[in-house]
């Protein structure tokens, strides 16, 4: 099997985990976002052009699902592009520490979070405090809850 085969049958695992697992392990309405993950992770192996298209991808499944058309396209092919800014010039294995996961992720998550807040207030015109409080800090702590959790597995 070619190596873009593996990666698409992955990102596709990944898009079902996020799907029938990780957006049911609410709380307090927040969910973590798997495909951010390893959108993020993909995009520091591949650099910008692939963590773009790959984002674009997942995106548009994601908007199929949840129904936010263009939404999740969007913010998805935007953090593909600046975390694929920095990409790693080795090819070798990233090892990344829980504490850099930790850290790495809620910045990520922040940033997609914050944007896909305001796409969705402007698009639902909604003015409650849980856009705030519950989708943007609440949904990108516990990322990075996951994030820290997925780097302990990764070692």
């Known amino acids: 099997m070619s190596y873009s085969a593996r990666r698409l049958l992955v990102a ?16 307090y309405g927040t969910y973590p976002d798997g495909v951010m993950l390893y959108l993020t992770w ?6 910008r052009q692939r963590g773009m298209l790959t984002g674009f991808g997942l995106g548009l499944a994601m908007d199929t699902v949840y129904g ?8 998805k092919t935007l953090v593909g592009f600046i975390v694929g800014t920095f990409a790693v010039e080795d090819r ?10 930790f850290l790495g992720g809620l910045v990520i998550a922040l940033l997609h979070n914050g944007l ?7 698009q639902t015109e909604a003015t409650n405090s849980f856009l705030l409080y519950g989708l943007w800090l609440g949904a990108a702590l516990y990322t990075a809850v996951v994030a820290y959790i997925a780097s302990l597995f990764m070692q």
């Not at 993909?42 to 650099?47: F, I, R």
């Not at 936010?68 to 913010?75: A, C, Q």
């Not at 070798?92 to 996961?101: F, Y």
């Not at 896909?116 to 402007?122: D, K």
């Open 42 to 47: 993909y995009a520091l192996h591949e650099g």
């Open 92 to 101: 070798k294995p990233l090892l990344i520490q829980p504490q850099q996961a």
């Open 116 to 122: 896909l807040v305001i796409l969705l207030a402007l």
């Open 68 to 75: 936010t058309w263009g939404i999740h396209m969007l913010t």
């Open 12 to 27: 596709l695992g990944v898009f079902a985990l996020q799907w029938l697992l990780l957006g049911r392990l609410q709380i």
